[in-house]
């Protein structure tokens, strides 16, 4: 992987898990993210955008990634039911995900409005693996 995609801002143990799982989509992401109610022990927002910078989304057959501002904003298995992917254009994406039923530690929701040339892509293997909880 070049650094043309983005390889370089996943962390290496992530990209390491991210090719023994068989990446299947692997490129650079744009856009924004809002945290809508969101709670974790140390940060509270009621909503929030920000900007996604220098971000990648992968995916393999077990997982869906979103990487972006130093950090995973989703990190969800694949065809997890507290995700909603919606097509916004040929190369936009809207991405929903209910944080408390990804992680117990949190609550709200997080939204991202992606753009990448895999959109059509990821929401298609997104839907096929709906139901397939490794």
Same mark, same amino acid.
């Given at each position: 992987?070049?650094?043309?995609?983005?390889?370089?801002?996943?962390?290496?143990?992530?990209?390491?898990?991210?090719?023994?799982?068989?990446? /299947?989509?692997? &490129?650079?992401?744009?856009?924004?993210?809002? =945290?809508?109610?969101?709670?974790?022990? @140390?940060?509270? %927002?009621?909503?929030?955008?920000?900007?996604?910078?220098?971000?990648?989304?992968?995916?393999?057959?077990?997982?869906?990634?979103?990487?972006?501002?130093?950090?995973?904003?989703?990190? /969800?298995?694949? &065809?997890?039911?507290?995700?909603?992917?919606? =097509?916004?254009?040929?190369?936009?994406? @809207?991405?929903? %995900?209910?944080?408390?039923?990804?992680?117990?530690?949190?609550?709200?929701?997080?939204?991202?409005?992606?753009?990448?040339?895999?959109?059509?892509?990821?929401?298609?293997?997104?839907?096929?693996?709906? &139901?397939?909880?490794?």
């Amino acid at each position: 992987m070049s650094r043309a995609f983005g390889s370089k801002e996943l962390p290496l143990q992530l990209r390491s898990d991210l090719e023994s799982e068989g990446i /299947v989509v692997f &490129g650079p992401v744009g856009g924004s993210v809002a =945290h809508r109610s969101y709670r974790t022990t @140390l940060h509270y %927002a009621s909503s929030n955008w920000e900007n996604i910078a220098a971000g990648t989304i992968a995916m393999s057959r077990r997982r869906l990634i979103v990487w972006g501002n130093g950090t995973a904003l989703v990190d /969800v298995p694949l &065809g997890h039911p507290a995700v909603t992917m919606e =097509h916004q254009g040929p190369e936009r994406m @809207l991405l929903e %995900a209910d944080d408390f039923a990804v992680n117990r530690s949190r609550t709200g929701w997080t939204t991202l409005m992606l753009r990448t040339i895999h959109a059509p892509r990821i929401i298609q293997v997104y839907a096929e693996g709906v &139901g397939v909880q490794p």
